[in-house]
Each structure stands twice: as structure tokens, then as C-alpha cells.
């Protein structure tokens, strides 16, 4: 049987391109036993779908890539998708971090839209296969989809088998496979959106402390590349939170990353501001005067500990060195990098399809003419917060939008 579109993918860009085409028939193909099988993780099991920010915050919140995905994130902006579920029968919520979920706060509820819209459209799916090859018959002018029961025919081809974060979702890299065959060139796939595992993790038992709006510094060799600001999280085992996940596309191991838990712009000040403290309280013990920087109590005592500073002494009895270890444990604080999260916890992928292979204009390949890339399989990777599923929505909304208008 022949198709106009063969969709490689049955997750947020491949379902979104499919009930975006129009008068067309359209297949698509999913590995899975049902659709949206990592959507259905997504937030928690709660979906955080898109962000509420302005469109033009969006754009900074990919990295670098951020102006390769304007034309689709305009084409079909934060503010489209909300109401398209809203007229769908689904309304939203909105946090005041701007992250936006279904009101229901159940990914199955996006999904159940999702599908809904690709049945109403006529679009046929066929899970529990594989695509394993993909080719085009320049004699037939279709291309042929081979999978691990079946081969498939269409006109054009739309490749949206995500990247390679949580794998037992099915994102195992399949589709950089088959846009291999067609000669594009695959940026090495690693982990983003994954937090941390430092050397010699000293604060296990601080499990679940936070820290809002603190700075983070990284250091390679001496030199400081970037500084972050966000929110920040002690687990039992790794350090996380916002400001950790979104920059781990940058980190590599052996990295130095400098936290400054304290609320001074930097070091110095924070120097300054201690001596001060420390010298103008000569009778009050430390951990009582340390308590006036209105960070937790657990924290500061493991920093007491860290420090191998006795927390009974008076100020008057702390040592010069001993200030200045307690100034750097406190505002300048060095991990060192071990490794990243792995596949199974980052939440999405860094590399993918060269993005410089692909028309970000209609999402077209440009070695290729009729074939699609759409969502995480491109290189490309967002921050938390709903930016990775807007764009997957952009992206497949971009490339159906793009075939439609092949026809007028």
C-alpha cells in the first residue's frame, strides 16, 4: 500500500505532524505497543507540554540552536498549543515559574488529544514495528520503509523516532540509523538535561536541600567558560535542580563547577561581608553567627564539617585560613565533574542530526528533497521547563505545514 507521508515516530512530533496534514494519507510507524510512550513520563506522569514565557525568552533556551528553531516556533507558538488543547476540550494550568501542564495534571490527558486528532484525521498506525531501513526509488518516486515485519511505501518521508534519553521508552537511536542511509551526518548523541555526579560527594545526607536563584561558575583548566543562575539541589547521590540540569550540555568531566550558595554577587564581596561578620561577633560562637546568612541549618553545619572547623569555638578564635576556607565553601564552593548522568536519567538528548543538514524553514532535509526531521532527533536540545515538547510540537506542526503547502 502506498502513502503521501510515512511517519517514522509516534511521540509529540510525529503525532503532531500527523493530524497537521491535510487530505492526505498518512502512516505512521512506532516501535512501541502504544504511542507516546515517553510523552507519558514526561513532568512526572504530569506533562509540563510548553512555558508560558514570551516567545522571544523561548529562543535562549536552547543553547545555541535557538535561532535555527524560530521559523518553527513561530509557525506554531506556545500560545497555539495551549489553545489548540483548550478548544480540544482540555484546559490548562499555569505555575508561576510559567511551566504549563494539563489542568488534569495527567500526561494520558495529552495524549488522549493527541490521538484523538490523529484518528480524526484518517491517519492509520501501526505499532509494535520497527523501522529498520529506509531507502527512495528514484524510478517510483517513493520512498520504501523496511521494517522488522512489513516494507512500506510513500511519497514522503517524515522521520521523528526521538533521540536516545530513556531507552526503555524506546529512544534507542533508530532513526539516526535511517537518516545515515540518506547521507547525513550524526552529531555524537550525549546526555543533557541530567544532573550531575561530582568527586568525593560529601552531602548525601543533605538530600533534598535547595537553594533558589544561587550562582554556578565552571572552570576547565583554570579558566572560567560560563556562569549559570537558577535554582539548585542536593540529592543522595548527585547534585541537580534547574541550574545544574539546563547547563549539563556544557559540562565535561574534570570540570571544576564553583557554587556560590551565599547571596553575594561573588567571592570578594562575600570575603568583605564575613571578615566583618566574623570579626565584629568575636564572643558569639561560629555556627550561631553562621546562621544569620539564612541558609539552612543542615547545610551549615555540613559545611562546618566539610571546613574541619570546630562550630563551638568563638569568632574571636577562628583563624585567618579558617575564614578563608569557611569564605570558599560558602561562595565559591568546587565540585569536580566525574561524569553526567547516563542516558536512563537525562531527560533528553545533546547531538543528533546535523542541524546544518536541515532547512529550519520547512524542516526539509537538504541532501534529501521529500524527507522530514521533526523533534528530538535533530540536534538540538532545550531546558526544563516545557521547552523540549513545544518544540517537538513545532517542529512536526513545521514539517506538516511545509507538505501541506506543497499543494497550493
Known sequence: MKYDVIIVGAGPAGLFSA????????????????????????GAGQCNYTNSCEL????????????LLKNALYNFTNIDTMEFFEKKGLKSMVREDG???????????????????????????IYDEAAIKAEYDSLKGMFTVKTNKSTYAGARLIVSAGGMSYPLTGSTGDG??????????????????????????GFKDLSGVSFE????????????????????????????????????RYFEKDDILKINFTSYSNNEEFRTFLDELILSSGGSGVVSVLKRLNLPKRFIEKIIEIGNIDGEIKCSQLHKEERRKLCELLSAHPFTVERLGG??????????????????????????????????????????GGYNIQ??????????DSINHQNT
Open 56 to 67: 522571544s525568552a523561548f529562543l535562549s533556551r536552547y543553547g545555541s540552536k535557538g535561532r
Open 99 to 125: 511551566k504549563v501542564f494539563p489542568i488534569t495534571l495527567d500526561a494520558s490527558d495529552i495524549l488522549k488529544v493527541l490521538l484523538k486528532g490523529v484518528k480524526e484525521n484518517g491517519v492509520e498506525i
Open 343 to 384: 542516558f536512563n536519567v537525562a531527560m533528553v538528548t545533546k547531538g543528533g542530526v546535523a542541524a546544518d543538514e536541515i532547512n529550519f524553514k520547512t524542516m526539509e532535509s537538504k541532501l534529501e528533497p521529500n524527507l522530514y526531521f521533526a523533534g528530538e532527533i535533530i540536534d538540538y536540545d532545550g531546558d526544563t
Open 19 to 42: 493530524l497537521s496534514l491535510e487530505s492526505k494519507k498518512v502512516l505512521i510507524i512506532e516501535k512501541n505497543k502504544y504511542a507516546g510512550k515517553k510523552l507519558m513520563i514526561s
Open 176 to 201: 539516526y540509523l535511517i537518516a545515515q542511509e540518506f547521507g547525513h551526518k550524526i552529531v555524537k548523541p550525549s546526555e543533557a538535561l541530567t544532573p550531575v555526579y561530582v568527586r568525593d560527594y
Open 213 to 248: 536563584d544561587i550562582k554556578v561558575s565552571q572552570w576547565r583548566y583554570g579558566r572560567k567558560l560560563k556562569e549559570f543562575t537558577g535554582d539548585f539541589l542536593f540529592t543522595h547521590v548527585n547534585i541537580s535542580g534547574p541550574v545544574i540540569l539546563n547547563n549539563s
Open 391 to 400: 518544540a517537538a510540537f513545532s517542529t512536526g506542526r513545521l514539517a506538516a
